[in-house]
């Protein structure tokens, strides 16, 4: 398995942005399809974005649509998420993971094999 680190989360103010990074070892990096998941207080770990492993493809969850984007390197085994126009919606821990499936949709948090930590993001009215 390849162990996952994310950092990058922190404290904005709403219609700001926050870069997190999601840094990975152990395993080859490449060879993985990443996500990016969140959960809020009370709530189940959703779905937030997703790259394929050569980063030829991208999908997301409606509601980061258009504001935030997935992006990776390879030569750095690291992937990112750039969150723009944030709001008090998008307070939540949020996790990187990797997942080794082929064929796969890769937005339910059971086709991934290995998960970071979490980093908190949060957002201010």
């Known amino acids: 398995q390849v162990q996952l680190v994310e950092s990058g989360g922190g404290l904005v103010q709403a219609g700001g942005s926050l870069r997190l990074s999601c840094a990975a070892s152990?395993?080859?990096?490449?060879?993985?399809?990443m996500g990016w998941f969140r959960q809020a207080p009370g709530k189940e770990r959703e779905f937030v974005a997703r790259?394929?492993?050569?980063?030829?493809?991208?999908y997301y969850a409606d509601s980061v649509k258009g504001r935030f984007t997935i992006s990776r390197d390879n030569a750095k085994s690291t992937v990112y998420l750039q969150m723009n126009s944030l709001n008090t919606e998008d307070t939540a821990v949020y996790y990187c993971?990797?997942?080794?499936?082929?064929?796969?949709?890769?937005?339910?948090?059971?086709?991934?094999?290995?998960w970071g930590q979490g980093t908190q993001v949060t957002v201010s009215s």
């Open positions: 152990g395993h080859t990096f490449s060879s993985y399809t």
């Open positions: 790259i394929s492993w050569r980063g030829g493809s991208t």
């Open positions: 993971a990797a997942s080794s499936r082929r064929g796969s949709m890769w937005t339910s948090r059971y086709e991934y094999d290995s």
